[in-house]
């Protein structure tokens, strides 16, 4: 069974920085795509960023040149690093990983950014 545990959420000033973390536990393909989804009250689940096996990344418009998605060392361990974080930043961050045909979600974290 795959699991995935974020962690890094908290409360910050407009302006601040915030690094998510996300490490994947269980019979994980090498092949794989990790991604970071955020969902604000009222509205639905979006991209953030996501990242391949083989590195390649994609963004949310809203997010270019403030976000980065990596990959640590540790396999299948995803981090978000985010800059010049701003109001409409606020929503709860979820960690997705999609393997073998299957898509796991973690249980979210909070990214409150006051202005």
């Known amino acids: 069974q795959v699991q995935l545990v974020e962690s890094g959420g908290d409360l910050v000033q407009a302006g601040g920085s915030l690094r998510l973390s996300c490490a994947a536990s269980?019979?994980?393909?090498?092949?794989?795509?990790m991604g970071w989804y955020r969902q604000a009250p009222g509205k639905q689940r979006d991209l953030v960023a996501a990242?391949?096996?083989?590195?390649?990344?994609n963004y949310a418009d809203s997010v270019k040149g403030r976000f980065t998605i990596s990959r640590g060392n540790a396999k299948n361990t995803l981090y978000l690093q985010m800059n010049s974080l701003k109001p409409e930043d606020t929503a709860v961050y979820y960690c997705n990983l999609v393997s073998d045909y299957r898509t796991y979600w973690g249980q979210g974290t909070q990214v409150t950014v006051s202005s």
């Open positions: 990242i391949s096996s083989g590195g390649r990344t």
């Open positions: 269980g019979s994980i393909s090498s092949n794989n795509a």
